[in-house]
């Protein structure tokens, strides 16, 4: 059997690696050839040794023989807990070529929101959204390998690369299509878990087929890299114990071959049994032998540089060694020699990266993993202080604080608290998390216990509601909050148990904080937060009287601060849920403004009062048809969103609402374009969230106005639009959506009875509003042939409900139902009036809808024709279509 060899001037690590070579080489020739061509990514796994920094060299140096930029970062055993190391890495040749006004310029809107993380500018006093920290870094990075085409990113041992990174990995690695970009990550199998687990299966998922699973080197492969190395002299035997010793491990291979030469030992069947001593002294123990073996220091010197990680230098390490210069120069000297460390290699070393790294992570973790407890713990107590004492402030510390053993210090207790504000203005809540629940082990004072808890309960309040909650509960139980800390604490815990779809218990909390005050402002903010999450809990009134006690509070409210507008605007929207006067609503609204704007205190990224108020002021507007005014305050939304960089939930909302505009003003094409992204966004917050409810319910609802009827379906199905419905409000109302669909589908009863569901929901919670909760007007349509009575009086309570609300909409609306109950003449009347309010309505959909009904009760040609038109600029394709078959038919048209 013929010996493999390894092709011309590679190294002895890339024996048997020629396929892998040959699919790396194909893809830069790709990314080489066009510049308009999309990007790929290649995902190499393989187990510890088999090759994969190897394979990257390669790579490196095949795309740097073919003229491509490669900026190369790598991953950390012990630098996982620091958020945005590896992208940090990465970027670092191209935003140290920079100027700050050149990473200005390039980073454009991302600057302020990426910036931080990547540490090019300091954070802002606003703690930065995760999403959109994300999102800039992926906008970031898009931008610049635009300006550095044609470029390579390599990312080594991705399976220890910080969470932060890898979430920025997964999103950037999605959206390869449009950006000609090579990205090869190299892992370890099964090493990552939880959340960076599954981003690793996500970016192996992008990669498709382009996954590469190394292999241990066969007996064939290993006897020619023998021979290559010791000489051709080595025997048969000898070479199969060579194979069976390092089970085909090409890094233990090499490690093997450069001992037996080392060793001068003779490579033949009766040296074969010495192998494995040979071996063991490069691994596990035989290394922790061998680096005893150089003496006290030179094994202290190896330990601080494994406590460090990276940016080892020879000055470093003698401070956290605690040992002279010329003997930590003497001690690295020693190391080298013993292949233990080496120097960085030039082509592939980052700014920072010190003058020596461990020959191969496996030594790093051998190294690291032996140093006694104890030991290892007191030198990470030195690192922090080295750290700290060098300016690089508590965040860059707090991985080895994060690692000293729980003492009573008080200092190191406000270092994490420190650090965890650090990491949360940079979008890193979870490192964050880490911070604060390892200051709670310590444990601080009795009268800071509680704040650390509120500290962290606000650090986990948007990814992990869940333990939010325990934190807040357990911190407001204990000494130590008082005065404003102790209200925000309350509402916040509210909030997270509305995250959590508990929102009956955070209405009960917030009641309960409140009849502990006495009057005064803070009482009155904790019942605004009361009676905000009453009125939109979408289940039965939890507080008898509610509606009476709000109007009675409201009525004597002048709106002097945040609490008094916060009530009118409560007010406000529970009058229009109630189907009170529309005028009389809008004037309670308006009068909670200053100088019609939201007030310093309630707009849309304050976290004082969050964005519900600011959203039910909005609803309030676009259901009394002051569209303008609603349409205004959701582009104020997106835009103070996307200004702080804000691309999680509330973007997702904000988006959604701006398609509720596009939908009530009638332009259904961009409605739908709208709140498909809103979709897109609240799906990567995750599902089932009232924000996901209202993206999906107005998309659908959206797809059923366009005529759109099977796709309405399939993205109900696709996306969970069934029961059971989230505690708060979703508008429109889901059942009443859902009822309209599965008649839309010929589903009659199954919809029947949905909207007789909503009917009692909106019974049970007095809601009498016929543009908000629309069951009564799907109903009466669904029953005008098997219960025409019942219809007919469904139709008229509509009617004299949206009389008495007094919307041209609402009117409008209802007499449509009545039209097309009727016929004759009757019918044709009641439709002319449906068009009088409709066509003075903002709402062009239902004036198309009426117009074409008007035009055939009345066999207008004429009628029709002007439909038709508003059809199409609405783009109603259901209604373009019906009107079209009636004109092309013919009969009875004058």
Request: with cysteine; hydrophobic share 45%; proline share 5%.
């Amino acid at each position: 059997m013929t010996e493999e060899r390894p092709p011309e001037a590679t190294s002895a690590s890339l024996w048997e690696r020629d396929e892998e070579v040959a699919g790396v080489a194909q893809a830069i020739d790709a990314l080489c050839a066009d510049q308009s061509s999309s990007g790929s990514l290649l995902v190499v796994r393989g187990e510890a040794g088999f090759g994969k920094t190897a394979l990257l060299a390669e790579t490196r140096r095949i795309a740097e023989a073919r003229n491509c930029t490669v900026w190369q970062a790598r991953g950390g055993e012990t630098l996982k807990s620091v958020p945005f190391n590896v992208v940090r890495q990465l970027l670092q040749p191209a935003l140290v070529s920079l100027m700050p006004e050149e990473a200005r310029e390039y980073l454009g809107d991302w600057y302020d929101i990426a910036g931080p993380a990547l540490g090019v500018t300091e954070p802002g006093e606003r703690q930065a959204d995760p999403q959109g920290v994300c999102d800039g870094l992926v906008a970031a990075v898009r931008r610049l390998a635009k300006r550095e085409w044609p470029l390579v990113l390599l990312i080594d041992d991705a399976h220890w690369a910080d969470q932060e990174t890898l979430r920025w990995l997964s999103a950037f690695t999605e959206r390869l299509d449009d950006l000609s970009v090579l990205v090869v990550v190299a892992r370890r199998p099964g090493e990552a878990s939880d959340e960076s687990a599954r981003h690793l299966d996500a970016i192996a998922g992008f990669a498709g087929h382009a996954i590469t699973n190394l292999s241990a080197l066969t007996p064939e492969a290993t006897a020619g890299l023998t021979r290559a190395t010791v000489g051709p002299q080595a025997d048969a035997p000898f070479c199969r114990e060579v194979w069976a010793v390092t089970g085909g491990n090409p890094y233990e291979t090499v490690e093997l071959l450069a001992k037996v030469l080392d060793s001068q030992l003779d490579p033949i069947e009766a040296s074969a049994a010495e192998l494995r001593a040979l071996n063991r002294s490069s691994r596990g123990g035989g290394l922790v032998a061998r680096l005893d073996g150089l003496g006290t220091e030179a094994t202290r010197f190896a330990w601080a540089a494994a406590i460090l990680g990276t940016g080892i230098s020879v000055e470093l390490v003698a401070r956290l060694a605690t040992m002279g210069r010329d003997d930590a120069a003497r001690c690295a000297e020693l190391l080298r020699s013993a292949r233990i460390l080496t120097a960085p290699d030039p082509a592939a070393s980052q700014a920072g990266a010190g003058d020596l790294e461990f020959v191969h992570p496996l030594i790093a973790s051998a190294v690291y993993k032996s140093i006694p407890d104890g030991t290892r713990t007191a030198m990470h107590g030195i690192a922090a202080q080295v750290v700290t004492d060098s300016g690089r402030g508590a965040a860059s510390a707090s991985r080895h604080l994060l690692q000293v053993h729980p003492d009573d210090d008080q200092e190191l207790v406000e270092q994490l608290r420190e650090a965890a504000r650090e990491h949360l203005s940079i979008g890193a809540p979870d490192a964050a998390r880490r911070c604060l629940e390892r200051a709670l082990l310590e444990p601080p004072l009795a009268e800071i216990h509680a704040s650390v808890l509120y500290e962290l309960g606000c650090a986990t309040l948007l990814t992990a509601p869940a333990v939010t909650i325990g934190h807040l509960q357990t911190a407001l139980a204990m000494p130590g909050l008082d005065g404003h800390a102790r209200v925000d604490a309350v509402i916040r815990l509210s909030q997270a148990l509305l995250h959590n779809d508990q929102l009956e218990e955070g209405i009960r909390t917030v009641e309960a904080e409140a009849a502990r005050h006495e009057p005064g402002a803070a009482r009155m903010r904790l019942q605004a937060v009361q009676y905000m999450w009453e009125g939109i809990h979408a289940g039965e009134a939890i507080s008898p009287g509610r509606s009476e006690r709000l109007a009675d509070l409201a009525a004597i409210c002048t709106g002097r601060d945040n609490s008094e507008r916060a009530l009118m605007i409560l007010r406000g929207f529970d009058a229009l849920t109630h189907g009170e006067s529309a005028e009389e609503v809008v004037d309670l609204s308006d009068r909670a403004l200053v100088n019609g704007r939201l007030p310093p205190g309630l707009g849309w990224t304050d976290t004082e009062w969050g964005l519900e108020l600011p959203l039910l002021l909005a609803t309030v507007y676009v259901f009394t048809d002051r569209l303008d005014r609603a349409e205004s305050l959701y582009s104020e939304a997106v835009g103070a969103y996307e200004s702080a960089g804000w691309s999680g939930g509330h973007l997702a909302l904000a988006k959604a609402y701006v398609g509720v505009g596009h939908r009530r003003r009638g332009r259904l094409r961009e409605a739908e374009v709208s709140l498909r992204e809103a979709l897109r966004l609240a799906e990567r917050v995750g599902r089932g969230l009232p924000l996901y409810w209202t993206a999906i319910c107005n998309l659908v609802d959206t797809l059923l106005a366009r005529g759109h009827v099977d796709e309405a379906w399939e993205t109900a199905e696709q996306y969970g639009f069934t029961p059971p419905y989230p505690s708060p409000i979703v508008l429109p109302d889901p059942r009443c959506v859902r009822g309209r669909l599965l008649i839309a589908v010929g589903r009659t009863e199954d919809g029947i009875n949905e909207l007789e569901q909503a009917a009692k929901a909106a019974a049970v919670r007095g809601h009498h509003n016929p543009v908000m909760v629309p069951w009564a007007l799907d109903l009466a349509r669904a029953l005008a042939t098997q219960d025409p009575t019942r219809a007919a009086q469904l139709a008229s309570d509509a009617r004299r409900q949206a009389e008495h609300f007094g919307t041209d909409t609402a009117i409008g609306e209802a007499l449509r139902c009545a039209a097309a109950l009727e016929t004759g003449q009757r019918a044709v009347r009641l439709a002319a009036q449906a068009v009088a309010y409709l066509e003075s309505s903002p709402c062009q959909y239902e004036h198309a809808a009426a117009r074409v009904e008007y035009g055939i009760a009345a066999r207008s040609v004429s009628e029709i024709n002007r439909g038709l038109t508003l059809a199409r600029s609405c783009g109603a394709d259901g209604l373009v279509a019906q009107a079209r078959e009636v004109l092309e038919t013919g009969r009875g048209l004058r």
